[in-house]
């Protein structure tokens, strides 16, 4: 059930009229529970046994690990949530990966080993609810706070379903709060939550899938047939679409949740207008990149065992990072080109660039450069496979001459310039504060415009990219 959907609108609108309805909070929150598997069991009903039991294990282990009073014992029962966790994570997601590079592996030694296939569906949005439960897990082995004694009230906080499938990846300290004290719709909740909601499908429904991806497709299907202007349109066009699509469903999630008198955290602020990579990462999935930040890269040490382990922690982040969003050595690619920017920057930040260099229009050409080389990582991101995005390359520095663009191009190139400025304008405003500031007529005024263009946009309806993950 997408956001962009007339399924999904009945369903919310339903959902608002009960929750509403409920007058004690307990009632509420065994309605959202039950909303939130619904609207979870309507991609594949039998993968809510998966949700079910993984829920169950964790809030189960969470009361062990508190319980424990010696160390070992503790450090066994995180171990095995780690193990369950990521094993079950690694069937779905990695199994058909691992197995053909161990078979290209003993190919290289003259062994032919065919694996068997398995055809095994990714459960939609296994990877977020996977860091949900892990971060509990941690948090509780940490000692950061005392793990909840209910199950219905862990489970409402993996399962809540403005998040549920692609984020924002949320921890249990940002819902605990919101979970445990009573709360309903409220008018400016309810207006600034449906503002976003359309906000978030005006980025999804006209700038991803009707402007952006029809040229991003264009070229990545017919790469071979491409010259110079289709391949730099088609990588400028996909740097818009993935921003749009992941930026529009992070807002729609705000949003359905504001609506329900929840507040969960900005996933996006202006990355297009970053300043540097490690502000790049301050801006973009916001919620995974804290994630990896205070689970992967301060668990190896983070900058306080030196230079050369700190740029390893770096490294080794980012490339399980870019493993993290698919079972390909593009994704791995695209995670170790970010670990090499971001190790490269800090290594000149601290060795080769003095601080009198600050000057404003330094920072804008490095802004520049930051711009440009997120563009072209997301080739890797984009690529079908390795040699696709060698090929891409060669036609991004062609030498050609032919570059001829069609209408559909240049409007993307065109928007796409434009959604920079706006993030410029406002780099410090994140989408929320921004709305919030808008005088209501005006806001009207505009939602209805952007509303408008929703229902006579001509694009085709896509899958958010980020349901792949």
């Given at each position: 059930?997408?956001f962009?959907?007339?399924?999904?609108?009945?369903?919310?609108?339903?959902?608002?009229?009960?929750?509403?309805?409920?007058?004690?909070?307990?009632?509420?929150k065994?309605?959202?529970?039950?909303?939130?598997?619904?609207?979870?069991?309507?991609?594949n009903?039998?993968?809510?046994l998966?949700?079910?039991?993984?829920?169950?294990?964790?809030?189960?282990?969470?009361?062990?690990?508190?319980?424990a009073?010696?160390?070992?014992?503790?450090?066994r029962?995180?171990t095995?949530?780690?193990?369950?966790?990521?094993?079950?994570?690694?069937?779905?997601?990695?199994?058909?990966f691992?197995?053909d590079?161990?078979?290209?592996?003993?190919?290289?030694?003259g062994?032919?080993?065919?694996?068997a296939?398995?055809?095994?569906?990714?459960?939609?949005?296994?990877?977020?609810?996977?860091?949900?439960?892990?971060?509990?897990?941690?948090?509780?082995?940490?000692g950061?706070?005392a793990?909840?004694?209910?199950?219905?009230?862990?489970?409402?906080?993996?399962?809540?379903?403005?998040?549920?499938?692609?984020?924002p990846?949320?921890r249990?300290?940002?819902m605990r709060e919101q979970?445990?004290?009573?709360?309903?719709?409220?008018?400016?909740g309810?207006g600034?939550?449906?503002?976003?909601?359309?906000?978030?499908?005006?980025?999804?429904?006209?700038?991803?899938?009707?402007?952006?991806?029809?040229?991003?497709?264009?070229?990545?299907?017919?790469?071979?047939d491409?010259?110079?202007?289709?391949?730099?349109?088609?990588?400028?066009?996909?740097?818009?679409q993935?921003?749009?699509?992941?930026?529009?469903?992070?807002t729609?999630?705000?949003?359905?949740?504001?609506?329900?008198?929840?507040?969960?955290?900005?996933?996006?602020?202006?990355?297009?207008?970053?300043?540097?990579?490690?502000?790049?990462?301050?801006?973009?999935?916001?919620?995974l990149?804290?994630?990896?930040?205070?689970?992967?890269?301060?668990?190896?040490?983070g900058?306080?065992?030196?230079?050369a382990?700190?740029?390893?922690a770096?490294?080794?982040t980012m490339l399980?990072?870019?493993?993290?969003h698919?079972?390909?050595?593009?994704?791995?690619?695209?995670g170790?080109?970010?670990?090499?920017?971001?190790?490269?920057?800090?290594?000149?930040?601290?060795?080769?660039?003095p601080?009198?260099?600050?000057?404003?229009?330094?920072?804008?050409?490095?802004?520049?450069?930051?711009?440009?080389l997120?563009?072209?990582?997301?080739?890797?991101?984009?690529?079908?496979?390795?040699?696709?995005?060698?090929?891409?390359?060669?036609?991004?520095?062609?030498?050609?001459?032919?570059?001829?663009?069609n209408?559909?191009?240049?409007?993307?190139?065109?928007?796409?310039?434009?959604?920079?400025?706006i993030?410029?304008?406002?780099?410090?405003?994140?989408?929320?504060?921004?709305?919030a500031r808008v005088?209501?007529?005006?806001?009207?005024?505009?939602?209805?415009?952007?509303?408008?263009?929703?229902?006579?946009?001509?694009?085709?309806?896509?899958?958010?990219?980020y349901?792949q993950?």
């Amino acid at each position: 059930m997408q956001f962009d959907t007339f399924t999904f609108i009945v369903f919310f609108a339903l959902v608002l009229a009960v929750y509403n309805g409920l007058w004690t909070w307990n009632a509420r929150k065994n309605f959202l529970l039950l909303a939130s598997y619904a609207f979870y069991s309507a991609w594949n009903p039998p993968f809510l046994l998966l949700l079910l039991g993984s829920t169950t294990l964790d809030w189960w282990i969470a009361q062990r690990i508190h319980a424990a009073e010696r160390s070992r014992e503790r450090k066994r029962w995180i171990t095995l949530t780690l193990l369950v966790n990521l094993g079950v994570l690694g069937l779905f997601k990695y199994n058909r990966f691992l197995l053909d590079n161990f078979a290209a592996l003993l190919g290289a030694f003259g062994v032919h080993y065919v694996p068997a296939k398995f055809d095994i569906v990714l459960p939609i949005g296994i990877s977020f609810y996977t860091f949900h439960s892990l971060s509990y897990c941690i948090d509780i082995y940490r000692g950061k706070f005392a793990p909840t004694r209910s199950w219905r009230d862990y489970a409402l906080y993996v399962a809540f379903f403005p998040q549920l499938v692609a984020g924002p990846i949320t921890r249990f300290t940002q819902m605990r709060e919101q979970i445990e004290t009573p709360r309903g719709t409220t008018r400016d909740g309810l207006g600034l939550g449906c503002a976003l909601l359309v906000l978030g499908l005006f980025e999804k429904s006209v700038l991803a899938d009707s402007i952006f991806a029809p040229v991003a497709d264009a070229f990545f299907n017919a790469i071979e047939d491409a010259g110079p202007g289709e391949a730099w349109s088609g990588v400028v066009a996909f740097s818009g679409q993935i921003f749009c699509d992941f930026a529009g469903y992070s807002t729609c999630a705000i949003g359905a949740a504001l609506a329900l008198g929840f507040v969960l955290p900005i996933n996006f602020r202006n990355p297009y207008a970053a300043v540097g990579f490690s502000d790049f990462w301050r801006r973009w999935h916001i919620s995974l990149s804290s994630w990896l930040r205070d689970y992967l890269y301060i668990s190896l040490g983070g900058n306080r065992r030196g230079e050369a382990r700190t740029y390893a922690a770096l490294m080794l982040t980012m490339l399980i990072g870019g493993l993290w969003h698919g079972a390909a050595w593009t994704f791995v690619i695209w995670g170790g080109l970010h670990g090499l920017y971001l190790t490269a920057e800090r290594f000149g930040r601290e060795h080769l660039w003095p601080a009198r260099w600050n000057s404003a229009l330094l920072r804008f050409a490095y802004a520049l450069l930051t711009l440009a080389l997120v563009m072209l990582a997301w080739v890797w991101f984009r690529a079908p496979d390795f040699v696709s995005g060698c090929d891409i390359f060669h036609k991004l520095f062609s030498p050609a001459t032919d570059w001829t663009l069609n209408a559909a191009q240049k409007l993307a190139l065109t928007v796409f310039a434009a959604i920079i400025a706006i993030q410029w304008l406002f780099r410090a405003t994140d989408i929320k504060e921004f709305c919030a500031r808008v005088p209501t007529p005006v806001l009207g005024l505009a939602l209805g415009v952007l509303l408008a263009l929703i229902v006579l946009s001509p694009g085709d309806n896509h899958a958010f990219i980020y349901f792949q993950f």
